[in-house]
């Protein structure tokens, strides 16, 4: 798995995640959709991901995004 395969599976899972618990928990939980919604966007824009930098550290090898 490359790093952005990851950050791709990670984002994704996030959003599904706070779906869930925003519609059985508490509608709060899409502020963590709109949270990961908006570092993807800047990171379109920046280049700046932290999730990236994680996944480097941990050794997934770097690749062009699509």
Do not use: D, H, Y
């Amino acid at each position: 798995m490359t790093v952005g395969r990851a950050v791709m599976a990670l984002a994704g899972t996030m959003v599904l995640i706070s779906l869930l618990l925003a519609n059985f928990v508490s509608p709060w939980w899409l502020l963590l959709t709109a949270f990961v919604g908006a570092n993807m966007l800047q990171s379109a824009f920046t280049g700046f991901c932290p999730a990236a930098m994680i996944f480097r550290a941990l050794g997934l090898k770097s690749q062009e995004a699509f």
